[in-house]
């Protein structure tokens, strides 16, 4: 999965609770606004690159910081 402006959505929760309607093609300005607030805030606490492989990553063998234990 790759993060890009094509799979962003954007609702008006307060009026549309139920997220029925996608405002992003009625409101590309303000969404473009707001995935590069998104990125600058992403960028600014150190979370990128995001891994979207989700269950595949779940699933990889984990690096491990000491060696096995007996007791």
Known sequence: MQLD???W???HVAED???NNNLAASEQVRLH???NRWYGEAGKYKVLP?????VE?????RPKICNERER
């Open 5 to 7: 402006a094509t799979a």
């Open 9 to 11: 959505v954007h609702y």
């Open 17 to 19: 609770y139920a997220e």
């Open 33 to 35: 606004a707001m995935i």
């Open 50 to 54: 995001i891994d979207g492989r989700g």
């Open 57 to 61: 990553r779940s699933l990889e063998r």
